[in-house]
């Protein structure tokens, strides 16, 4: 089992509407959880870092913790065209001194 | 400017010939990551380094080495280069380890390494 799993997509919305990215992670003492875009050959970038349960926003972008259910998503509301990008997931677990991604799910904005 | 800087940006070796990429942040960050990005397999670490003389194995190590001698600079070595090292590879690095809340990394730009 991988420890962090992502739909690798694509996933398309129209321009405006909600993305939703789901991300699910094996090990439950897993403690804080990234999201990374990462454009078309360029490097990843942070968007947001969550480690308590519950929502947390960041202008357009929502993260949202279920630790009980071992599952991150990120919201992405009044989706833009320049939101097109893979959208990486990344766990740390308790203890550990790395970082472990998913493979990435491909986001694409239709105008 | 706050930078992680990696050379070469793009790479063609042949297998066997030993090369070296090399990274620096000019941040003081404490921890180095090296990662590799493969379609369908995402980011991969190879090693980290949590301070100088302080490296650990990450999850594919098999064929690299690195070293820390100083906090800016983590460079990856490929002593025998093989074919299935061919990738892209990122460096990055972060204030500190991962669980300290300080763990937000910035990547480099990324080296396109292709062994023939």
């Known amino acids: 089992q991988k420890e962090v799993e992502q739909n690798s997509g694509p996933l398309s919305v129209p321009e405006g509407a909600i993305a939703s990215l789901n991300c699910t992670y094996s090990?439950?003492?897993?403690?804080?959880f990234f999201w990374y875009r990462q454009y078309s050959g360029k490097s990843p970038e942070l968007i947001m870092s969550i480690y308590s349960n519950g929502d947390k926003e960041d202008g357009r972008f929502t993260a949202q913790l279920n630790k009980a259910s071992q599952y991150v998503s990120l919201l992405i509301r009044d989706s833009q065209p320049s939101d097109s990008a893979t959208y990486l997931c990344a766990v740390n677990r308790f203890g550990a001194n790395n970082l472990f991604f998913g493979t990435g799910t491909r986001l694409t904005v239709i105008p | 400017e706050a930078q992680v800087t990696q050379n070469p940006r793009y790479l063609i070796t042949v297998t066997g010939k030993k090369l070296t990429v090399t990274c620096s942040q000019n941040?003081?960050?404490?921890?180095m990551s090296w990662y590799r990005q493969d379609p369908g397999l995402g980011l991969r670490q190879i090693y980290y380094s949590m301070n100088v003389e302080v490296t650990d194995k990450g999850d594919v190590p098999e064929g690299y080495k690195v070293s820390r001698k100083e906090k800016r600079n983590f460079p990856l070595i490929l002593e025998s280069p093989s074919p299935n090292q061919t990738s892209l590879y990122f460096c990055a690095s972060s204030l500190g380890t991962p669980g300290t809340g300080q763990e937000t990394q910035y990547f480099g730009p990324g080296t396109r390494l292709l062994v023939l």
């Open positions: 941040m003081n960050h404490e921890y």
């Open positions: 090990d439950r003492v897993s403690q804080s």
